[in-house]
């Protein structure tokens, strides 16, 4: 049987609904994937009595428990002293933990508030996790039944904190018979279309099925028993992906990795492929107004991005003959003065279709061209975008992104 | 004192981490707003026995619950059985609800699969809540001290339910005295120098005080409770305001309003004051990398967006002499060519000290500079950013737009 796992997260946002928790699924997932089995999440406000009762019960039923949120500065924040008052632990003051919060606002030449020394003080025989992102360093310890861990609720720093140290611990703590999740992941095709082929394939009972969708992209998951055969993993998971055709850019898990899987995303796939290939781009949107080129933010390759409001004022300014009336042609030329003027080998010309400039606030669907200039050649693809203009936005940033995938995997461009 | 609410989400796909659980901030906010104090989210998998125990304990501790999923037409939908084992109420067969579900299936030309008779039974003494949008019905009714009602839990049939049928029974079943929450919004003070300047205001024990942080954004958050006198909820909220100062960009919640609150983002805040004020906008993006304009979106007025990779380039294709030693001179540079192809009246240019230009992934905090063209006056701000790179280039977005803001509302660069 596997270990019971739950979480607890703390926080008055949380439990008045200004924030949705996102810590409790990505932590479960984690778990899960593990090899726990999740049988709980919890969520409470800033009351002391509610978070001491809370540990009470979990420290009694659960055999893992992971607590975020609560360990910031202020007032409100009370897990720290929750532990202390559910276990009777006095409150130790850890140098190295205010030294390092000393050394955060040391970092940005402040001062350290006096609040942030509370920071530092963490339930005896604790052990410290500490926190590279943030000010408020974690802590980990056995209370009753259960092994707590207990990390801030901002998202990134909590998954940072997950990541560097509560990992390796549970997989140190634990006997654990992980499951394998294998994530098949898409751009471009919507759950009802990529359900359809796969219904095809007979999927044995034991492998967990499930869909996960974002905008523009969908996430196929696999999830199979510790005990299946890893060859039959792997052909079941190439049958399903052979099944769903050139909108895969992706698998995740397949081959058997360390234990920190390295996640795949949609730019460290063209991030790989452009500089394994040797190419520089310049961009110029349209719909997309900046995201495509935020997205890339860190790339070495991306030389350029321009956005303009109208796109005659751009060939205007990149001075090139008016010629809307054949947008291709139009693109032509912008993406020959882009290319001359930054030197990159590929141009990527984002186009909407004429009604988007006269209204781009409207919710009817659009056409976005996106164009890819490479040594005088052009590909391009078109698609609909559709919803409110920051849906559009995200579709359109993705859309001229799955074109470069699409090229640079030599995949068809549809 | 008023009345304690929790919600209950049911479901293998939340306790697993598959979906994040919207539902419960939705209902959350729902309850706030109507005078209720929510004191606990839990989520639960589909063991039956987990559902009995938590049901039990609900309805000794709080006195609403409203409790989503487990409705299905599925084995896995266990929460009608879980509520007739916890409380020994027969289930019994509910005619309307099950021509319901045949009308359902009728209107889509499909017969009723046998499974789906199974959602018509409902505990004895339930009051039936119709589900215009779904096959499930759900049900209310009091268990122990505690009103509980039963939805699905597909967020739109949930929501659909909570505002045809049970807002209107929890106004009648609960005596409700709603608190009013005013919210002062500021962009470029860290939580802990808020604080501090709030710690010289006395803060009425009544009053709630709360803070949420976001990336370069912290939330002052005031629960007023509802017999606090409104002259007096405005000076308090002035005062604290005052106290912060210009980091302030909007309060909201300030003047009482109808049911539906409009909230005020930074962006619709430049929105309004830019159209009013009659300025256009181009801007030179380099940290913020296209997220500036990104933000931007739908808006009238920002003509035109640029990054370079390097500055060089840049004053290379304005054609400006390369004055890099002196940043200011070189930005006034480029923003009057900017200004003279563009044709906007305001150019903003973001800096980065050298040290980006050579290696951005340094996670050494960077010195950003805006500067803001306007008739030939230059205005601007120096930033610390810190962090990864994606967390420095949405700081440089933002202040980059917190100039702007603090240029139009005539506040203090600082």
């Given at each position: 049987?596997?270990?019971?796992?739950?979480?607890?997260?703390?926080?008055?946002?949380?439990?008045?609904?200004?924030?949705?928790?996102?810590?409790?699924?990505?932590?479960?997932?984690?778990?899960?994937?593990?090899?726990?089995?999740?049988?709980?999440?919890?969520?409470?406000?800033?009351?002391?009595?509610?978070?001491?009762?809370?540990?009470?019960?979990?420290?009694?039923?659960?055999?893992?428990?992971?607590?975020?949120?609560?360990?910031?500065?202020?007032?409100?924040?009370?897990?720290?002293?929750?532990?202390?008052?559910?276990?009777?632990?006095?409150?130790?003051?850890?140098?190295?933990?205010?030294?390092?919060?000393?050394?955060?606002?040391?970092?940005?030449?402040?001062?350290?508030?006096?609040?942030?020394?509370?920071?530092?003080?963490?339930?005896?025989?604790?052990?410290?996790?500490?926190?590279?992102?943030?000010?408020?360093?974690?802590?980990?310890?056995?209370?009753?039944?259960?092994?707590?861990?207990?990390?801030?609720?901002?998202?990134?720093?909590?998954?940072?904190?997950?990541?560097?140290?509560?990992?390796?611990?549970?997989?140190?703590?634990?006997?654990?018979?992980?499951?394998?999740?294998?994530?098949?992941?898409?751009?471009?095709?919507?759950?009802?279309?990529?359900?359809?082929?796969?219904?095809?394939?007979?999927?044995?009972?034991?492998?967990?099925?499930?869909?996960?969708?974002?905008?523009?992209?969908?996430?196929?998951?696999?999830?199979?028993?510790?005990?299946?055969?890893?060859?039959?993993?792997?052909?079941?998971?190439?049958?399903?992906?052979?099944?769903?055709?050139?909108?895969?850019?992706?698998?995740?898990?397949?081959?058997?990795?360390?234990?920190?899987?390295?996640?795949?995303?949609?730019?460290?796939?063209?991030?790989?492929?452009?500089?394994?290939?040797?190419?520089?781009?310049?961009?110029?949107?349209t719909i997309?107004q900046?995201?495509?080129?935020?997205?890339?933010?860190?790339?070495?390759?991306?030389?350029?991005?321009?956005?303009?409001q109208s796109l005659e004022?751009?060939?205007?300014?990149?001075?090139?003959?008016?010629?809307l009336d054949?947008m291709?042609?139009?693109?032509?030329?912008?993406?020959?003065?882009?290319?001359?003027?930054?030197?990159?080998?590929?141009?990527?010309?984002q186009l909407a279709s004429a009604g988007y400039y006269s209204n781009p606030h409207n919710i009817d669907s659009i056409t976005v061209t996106?164009?890819?200039?490479?040594?005088?050649?052009?590909?391009?693809?078109v698609r609909i975008l559709t919803g409110d203009i920051?849906?559009k936005q995200?579709q359109a940033?993705?859309?001229?992104?799955?074109?470069?995938?699409?090229?640079?995997?030599?995949?068809?461009?549809?």
């Open positions: 049987m596997n270990p019971s796992f739950e979480t607890f997260s703390q926080g008055e946002e949380i439990i008045t609904g200004q924030v949705v928790d996102t810590n409790a699924a990505w932590l479960s997932q984690q778990a899960v994937a593990l090899g726990f089995t999740v049988t709980r999440h919890t969520a409470v406000g800033d009351k002391l009595e509610d978070l001491i009762q809370l540990l009470l019960d979990i420290a009694n039923r659960a055999d893992c428990c992971i607590c975020t949120g609560g360990l910031g500065p202020t007032s409100d924040d009370l897990t720290a002293e929750a532990v202390a008052k559910a276990f009777n632990l006095p409150l130790v003051f850890d140098e190295i933990a205010f030294s390092q919060i000393e050394q955060f606002f040391g970092n940005r030449n402040r001062a350290m508030p006096e609040c942030n020394r509370k920071q530092a003080m963490l339930p005896q025989g604790a052990i410290r996790l500490d926190n590279r992102t943030g000010t408020a360093p974690g802590f980990a310890l056995h209370l009753g039944r259960c092994w707590f861990a207990f990390v801030p609720g901002v998202p990134p720093e909590m998954r940072t904190m997950f990541l560097d140290h509560i990992q390796a611990m549970l997989s140190n703590q634990f006997t654990l018979q992980p499951s394998r999740l294998i994530t098949i992941k898409t751009i471009g095709m919507g759950e009802s279309d990529l359900q359809e082929r796969i219904n095809r394939i007979a999927i044995p009972a034991k492998v967990q099925l499930g869909f996960r969708a974002e905008i523009g992209e969908v996430q196929t998951k696999l999830l199979f028993p510790n005990d299946y055969p890893q060859a039959q993993q792997e052909s079941l998971t190439n049958e399903i992906a052979h099944a769903i055709g050139d909108a895969v850019y992706a698998i995740e898990g397949l081959k058997r990795q360390s234990h920190d899987q390295q996640t795949v995303d949609l730019i460290s796939v063209i991030d790989q492929l452009m500089i394994t290939q040797g190419h520089t781009l310049a961009v110029v949107e997309s900046g995201l495509l080129a935020a997205k890339l933010v860190g790339v070495s390759w991306l030389l350029s991005a321009n956005y303009e004022k751009l060939t205007q300014r990149l001075e090139i003959s008016n010629n054949d291709m042609a139009a693109a032509k030329a912008i993406a020959d003065a882009v290319q001359k003027s930054t030197d990159a080998d590929m141009v990527l010309i996106n164009a890819l200039f490479v040594k005088g050649k052009a590909y391009y693809t920051k849906r995200q940033a993705l859309s001229a992104l799955d074109l470069l995938r699409r090229y640079l995997q030599g995949k068809d461009l549809i």
